[in-house]
């Protein structure tokens, strides 16, 4: 039973801890109350009504003086501050009540001596304001009547008027600026007033007029009293002394809530600090509490897992599959598991008690034996292969693990445990799988697997031999009809055979491996010459090609071999093997029965090439190729007609590269196809671009042989025109003459098609190709381009000259569109016009530029002036020898400079005749007839003949060595060709014709 006296002192306990926790809070409750006792919003209102009546108190005293200097007439604003300052001089004397008695009792003394101040300032304001309004009153009335009195009294003595207005004058003068001076002035003056003679009107208004003067006088002075003791209140004086009262005692009253505040603080931090310790008890006590739980909890855990254990260990002991033996510190056998007596045939009564050397087989000697135990004596266990007897005698392998067992707290050697299992099917197996892995199935040969090993070897072995090694890939020429002839069977008997006899033809060293179907490979090794390994392929060759013994009839087969040869061949074995098979490649394509030695530097040249179509299509998926595009203009009109997409590369190393450097890689290649859908779409779009700035060109793009015969190129472009159908019209096709040649009838028929698209074609580079007379009418091109590399040497190649007027010519037969390229000057294209070309491009006109270039070059591009003198002419082709002589005209000039340049003799004979030379000839010749007539035609002679004199004076220096005077004459020899030159130019325009309508 409990004792009922604990019982009540544990009550009692109970009830002075609830008490005690009762008086702490309500001590926490009156100390935050007193903290808090200062409110904000008391100190702020109250505060606030201070500032608010000196403000008011402020704006009463701004009145009275605006009033007294009549600056303002209002009383409304002086009332109204004046009834304000009473209600607040009410209001502060209800003082906060955070304030302690002692400063709360001085601040209400402060504030109700104020008000009392305030009460007075009410007062003299009142009666300021009642004075000021009858003073107001005579300052107004007293001038006008002064004024009226004088103007209009006529019967007023000269002395009278003189006595009233020096009295007008004082009392006024006394308004503007009262003083003691002043006001005996104004006695003195109204003392002169008394003067007989008046009539009784007279009298009467000028005692009115002394009236209100006397009031203005009185007035005054009794203004300026009151406004002095307004003053003298000094209410702003209290208003701030209460100010700093109540601020003394707002301080001291923070001061206090402060105190209580830290107090606060310091019960709740007390408070704090004993939950945390009384927490902190609790929570030791949960932690002993619970680890005694756990101790238990994991004694009887261990307990049942021990339990648990023995009865597993029992189990596998019994039931594992692996046998099991138990010795003891000596070795003799104390128990022995079933599956020990499935593996050695003894049951476990003939070996307890027994040595397991009972097992021995006799295989392993005496240092086996003693290694084992050693292992085992010094790490604990051994682990390994072994061989043992069973019961019945036979030998068997297993994998055997011992391990020593020693006792826990003296460490003393106690029991030894064997363990193993019976692993001879395993080595069967692995045997077999050996087999499988790294021989072939058919021949017994090496498989691949294998090879790759043997090749490793072979490298190895050959750089330390320093000698060759010969990769030989062999496949056999005719196996195929074999196996359609007599079947597989005995395909698979010509394979064994073969593959013995390889066997048979190699050396110890070398290897013979099948890697399947009738593919052979063999390593050749320690050979010392390139010869060797060729007089050993022949002999396997011949081998190869005896009869075969195996098929129901007579016959044989051959091989093809490809050969390579390390280190010549110095790469990995996975490249050495595709070299011979590339190789052995090369021996079928040159008619079987052979073998091929790799070319190593033919091999790094194609690869070269490859590596350079794969940064080339790199480049096409970075986005690094761009187009530029050169104009090409009408000479004739100074027109720009369009302009040719030109390809490049910006290549980030090397900078923007042009065409021929990348494209001649890939005309072979698709990707020359891929390239050319790209640059047709990026023009397509470069011409909605211009287009939508006001600027109408056509674009022509290059087209390739390649991309151009694809069967699918009209079905893109058809794609490509789709998706950009208000500029299809503006694009033009450009395919090479000769590209067009491959196929005529095909690319005729693209072309057709093309054009039914509305796009247009010209022929490139016209004249380069082969029967360009024959095919041209095939070609169903409108526009033909004059390859550059005749136009360049028109100014001085006259045969060039002649294959551009006829390519010309031709043009105009079949009604051909005809531009040039590769216009390089103004002369060139001078010329042209006068062969009739009048459309040309070319660097004399512009380079090749970016797109956003091109709109500005054409806004302020002009052509060259000396075309304006060919505009409107016209050359008839029997005109066409002067501009044959012209060019040869230049270049025998200039062969002569070349050669007394160089120092060597003029190429020119008879320079002393100018009637045999080929410009002679034409001069005093044919033209002779045809020119007579034209005054120009007489101006050449002399400049021609002035070309032969210095030209024989500059080949006699030369004869006589005199190098440098013979060089010193070429400045005088180019002038004597300008001067000609121009005397032709004029010919030339003389036998012109005016252009018409109709050319």
């Not at 299992?421 to 069967?428: F, S």
């Not at 779009?685 to 793009?701: C, D, H, P, T």
């Not at 040309?840 to 054409?858: D, F, H, T």
Request: with cysteine; aromatic share 8%.
């Amino acid at each position: 039973m409990n004792d009922p006296t604990s019982q009540n002192i544990s009550y009692r306990w109970l009830f002075a801890i609830g008490a005690g926790v009762v008086l702490f809070f309500v001590a926490l409750a009156a100390l935050y109350q007193r903290a808090e006792m200062v409110s904000p919003e008391q100190h702020f209102a109250y505060t606030q009504s201070l500032r608010d009546l000196r403000e008011i108190d402020t704006r009463i005293e701004s009145e009275l003086l605006a009033n007294r200097l009549e600056l303002s007439r209002n009383y409304d604003a002086l009332t109204r501050h004046t009834l304000d300052a009473t209600g607040l001089g009410t209001q502060i004397l209800a003082t906060p009540t955070f304030l302690a008695d002692s400063d709360r009792e001085t601040v209400q003394s402060a504030a109700r001596a104020l008000q009392v101040s305030l009460a007075d300032k009410g007062d003299l304001v009142d009666r300021f304001k009642r004075h000021d309004a009858v003073l107001r009153n005579s300052l107004a009335y007293f001038p006008v009547e002064a004024a009226d009195f004088l103007d209009h009294e006529n019967g007023f003595s000269g002395a009278g008027r003189l006595a009233v207005d020096r009295y007008v004058r004082a009392v006024l003068a006394f308004a503007r600026a009262p003083s003691d001076a002043g006001h005996d002035t104004v006695t003195r003056a109204q003392a002169t007033l008394d003067k007989p003679g008046l009539t009784s009107v007279q009298r009467l208004r000028l005692n009115n007029l002394r009236q209100h003067g006397d009031v203005i006088v009185a007035h005054l002075s009794d203004l300026d009293q009151l406004i002095e003791d307004i003053f003298t209140l000094n209410t702003s004086q209290q208003i701030e002394a209460l100010n700093r009262q109540y601020a003394t005692g707002h301080v001291r009253a923070l001061a206090t809530a402060d105190r209580y505040r830290r107090l606060l603080y310091a019960l709740v931090i007390l408070l704090t600090i004993y939950l945390a310790w009384t927490f902190a008890r609790l929570d030791r006590t949960r932690r002993s509490l619970e680890a005694a739980h756990r101790e238990v909890s994991s004694r009887y855990t261990a307990q049942l897992a021990a339990e648990k254990q023995l009865k597993l260990h029992a189990t596998a002991f019994r039931s594992a599959h692996d046998g099991i033996t138990l010795t003891d510190a000596a070795g003799n056998i104390l128990d022995v598991n079933p599956a020990f007596s499935r593996i050695t045939g003894y049951e476990r009564s003939e070996v307890i008690g027994r040595n397991p050397r009972v097992l021995k087989s006799g295989r392993h000697d005496h240092e086996f034996y003693a290694a084992m135990w050693k292992n085992i004596n010094e790490s604990g266990s051994w682990r390994g292969e072994i061989w043992n007897r069973n019961k019945y005698g036979e030998i068997y392998p297993e994998l055997l693990s011992i391990s020593a067992v020693r006792d826990e707290s003296t460490g003393q050697l106690t029991n030894y445990v064997a363990v193993f299992a019976d692993i001879g099917r395993l080595k069967a197996q692995e045997k077999q799988l050996t087999q499988m892995a790294y021989f072939d199935a058919l021949t017994e040969l090496p498989n691949r697997t294998l090879l790759a090993d043997r090749l490793v070897q072979g490298i190895a072995q050959s750089r330390r031999s320093e000698t060759l090694m010969a990769i030989c890939y062999l496949d056999l020429d005719g196996f195929k009809p074999i196996n359609d002839t007599w079947g597989h069977d005995f395909g698979d008997k010509v394979l064994i055979e073969i593959a013995s006899r390889l066997k048979e033809a190699l050396r110890g060293g070398d290897t013979v491996a099948r890697l399947g179907g009738d593919e052979f490979v063999l390593l050749l090794l320690g050979l010392g010459s390139e010869d060797e390994c060729i007089a050993a392929v022949e002999r396997l060759l011949l081998e190869i090609a005896k009869p075969l013994g195996c098929l129901p009839e007579p016959s044989a087969v051959s091989a093809s071999i490809g050969v390579t040869l390390f280190p010549l061949d110095d790469d990995d074995p996975d490249t050495l093997m595709r070299h011979a098979d590339q190789a052995m490649y090369q021996a079928k394509q040159s008619g079987k029965n052979g073998y091929h030695l790799f070319d190593a530097e033919q091999d790094r040249s194609v690869r070269t090439r490859f590596d350079r179509v794969a940064r080339i299509r790199q480049a096409l998926e970075n986005h690094e190729l761009l187009l530029y595009y050169q104009p090409k203009v009408n000479m004739r009109e100074g027109r720009v007609i369009g302009a040719e997409a030109l390809i490049r590369w910006n290549h980030p190393e090397r900078g923007i590269l042009p065409p021929i450097e990348f494209l001649p890689l890939i005309e072979d290649d698709d990707l020359i196809k891929l390239i050319g859908d790209w640059v047709i779409e990026t023009a397509l779009i470069q011409l909605e671009v211009w287009r939508a700035m006001g600027l109408e060109l056509q674009v022509s793009v290059n087209v390739a042989g390649r991309q151009l015969q694809a069967p699918e190129f009209v079905e893109k472009l058809k794609v490509a025109l789709f998706l950009h159908p208000t500029v299809a019209h503006q694009l033009e096709l450009e395919v090479l003459e000769t590209a067009a040649l491959e196929d005529v009838v095909k690319t005729s028929r693209v072309i057709d098609e093309c054009r039914a698209l509305g796009v247009h074609f010209s022929l490139d580079d016209f004249g380069t190709g082969y029967s360009s007379l024959t095919y041209l009418k095939r070609l169903p091109a409108e526009t033909i381009k004059i390859d550059q590399s005749f136009v360049r040497e028109i100014l001085s190649d006259h045969n060039n000259l002649v294959i551009v007027q006829g390519v010309i010519g031709l043009a105009n037969a079949f009604q051909r569109h005809i531009i040039a390229e590769g216009v390089e000057t103004a002369e060139h294209g001078r010329l042209l016009m006068q062969l009739n070309c009048d459309e040309a491009q070319g660097y004399g006109i512009a380079k090749p530029m970016p797109s956003e270039q091109l709109a500005n070059w054409v806004k302020h591009w002009q052509p060259d002036p000396s075309w304006q003198g060919a505009r409107d002419l016209y050359w008839e082709d029997f005109d066409y020898p002067i501009m044959i002589a012209e060019v040869e005209h230049r270049n025998w000039v200039a062969q002569l400079v070349y050669a007394i340049n160089e120092g060597l003799p003029p190429p020119q004979r008879h320079l002393a005749d100018p009637q045999h030379c080929r410009f002679g000839l034409w001069y005093y010749g044919r033209s002779r007839s045809r020119h007579t007539a034209q005054p120009a035609y007489a101006a050449i002679e002399r400049p021609h003949r002035r070309v032969h004199e210095v030209a024989q004076r500059m080949d006699e220096h030369w004869r006589d060595g005199h190098l440098d005077a013979a060089r010193a004459l070429i400045p005088e020899l180019l002038t004597a060709r300008d001067q000609t030159l121009d005397a032709l130019r004029a010919l030339q325009l003389a036998v012109a014709v005016r252009r018409t309508d109709d050319r």
